[in-house]
């Protein structure tokens, strides 16, 4: 659709002349569809952050590092199982087999996790920040703590997929190679819960990491060695503060009690060293939080209610220094 217009202007001899001019219609249209409120727009950043996580819409090294990582995360487990069919094929008992647990497969898993969370967790947040397209998020019914929960549960998906989906694999493998399936069950109705509980609390404490440093800076690759350097530096911290306040007298202790040899005493026996100890990170969460979900670790030399707490405090202030610096969506 065009439609002319005239103009009038004044020509060099001072007489008015006419200029014409003409309107395009472009073919704009005001949205007549469906509109969503706020929870739609949360879904929206939710489903754009599994996006993300899988690598959807980018080149194919972001789509190797997730499948990478869930094979690294499902490998020991593929092995194990491997191991107990091979055994029972031949008419062995996997019983007999010290095969690693539950808890062990954590221990396993830790630092793939870490590593997943540091590569891949910052792409949720970084490149917003940096091409600053949080602005256009600001003008949806879309608050700053929708985005902030939408991008840190899309990573906790994942997250939780890696550290359960292996163990509930170990689980049912470990049921169906036992000579009594339901009494395997019966026997070990607390791993299966168990399984999700710490399965959870791993994928939250990685998951808060990764957000956290992401949301300092928009550079993924400062927030990726953010992640890895702040468990180093804790576990540095760790050791030799433990180192420092463990005494002689309770080196003596230590030894006499068979724990270790007369040059190698690590693990320090007095209380003041132990509450230093929980800093280190790895241990706190697989040795203690794990095992003692499990109920495999009969002796812990502080309770091991200090070692959750360290875990929920830096889920807690994690979360929060993501959430405080996204707290205007524009900013």
């Known amino acids: 659709m065009t439609s002319g217009t005239s103009n009038q202007t004044t020509g060099q001899n001072g007489d008015p002349e006419e200029r014409e001019g003409e309107v395009f219609d472009l073919g704009y249209r005001h ?29 194919v090294p972001a789509k190797l590092m997730p499948a990478i990582f869930g094979l690294l995360a499902l490998g020991p487990a593929l092995f194990i199982i491997s191991l107990a069919g091979f055994v029972s094929s031949f008419g062995g008992d996997p019983d007999e087999i010290d095969l690693p ?5 954590y221990g396993f898993t830790f630092v793939i996790m870490l590593l997943f969370a540091a590569v891949v967790g910052p792409a949720l947040l970084s490149p917003d920040r940096r091409n600053s397209v949080l602005t256009l998020y600001a003008v949806r019914p ?67 990491l990764a957000m956290a440093a992401a949301s300092l800076t928009n550079r993924r690759a400062f927030a990726s060695a953010g992640v890895i350097a702040f468990v180093f530096i804790t576990a540095a911290v760790a050791g030799v503060g433990a180192e420092l306040l463990t005494s002689e007298t309770d080196r003596q202790e230590y030894r006499a009690a068979g724990n270790f040899g007369e040059d190698d005493v690590k ?5 003041a060293a132990h509450f230093m100890a929980l800093l280190f990170l790895p241990d706190t969460m697989v040795g203690t939080v794990s095992r003692w ?39």
């Not at 647990?101 to 497969?105: G, K, L, P, T, V």
């Not at 693990?267 to 209380?271: E, I, K, L, T």
């Open 31 to 59: 949205y007549d569809g469906p509109r969503g409120g706020r929870g739609t727009a949360f879904y929206a950043v939710y489903a754009d952050g599994l996006r993300t996580v899988l690598g959807l819409g980018r080149g």
């Open 293 to 331: 979900t499990f109920g495999t670790r009969s002796h812990f030399p502080i309770s091991p209610g200090y070692s959750a707490g360290t875990i929920a405090a830096i889920i807690t202030v994690a979360s929060g220094i993501m959430v405080f610096r996204y707290r205007k969506l524009g900013a």
């Open 142 to 208: 879309l608050t700053s703590l929708d985005y902030a929960v939408g991008r840190w549960l899309a990573f906790f998906t994942f997250a939780a997929a890696f550290t359960i989906v292996p163990q509930l694999m170990l689980y049912f493998s470990f049921i169906l190679s036992d000579t009594s399936p339901w009494g395997y069950f019966t026997d070990h109705g607390r791993d299966l819960w168990a399984i999700f509980v710490v399965g959870l609390i791993l994928a939250a404490f990685m998951t808060s």
């Open 101 to 105: 647990r539950h808890e062990d497969y």
């Open 267 to 271: 693990a320090p026996d007095g209380d």
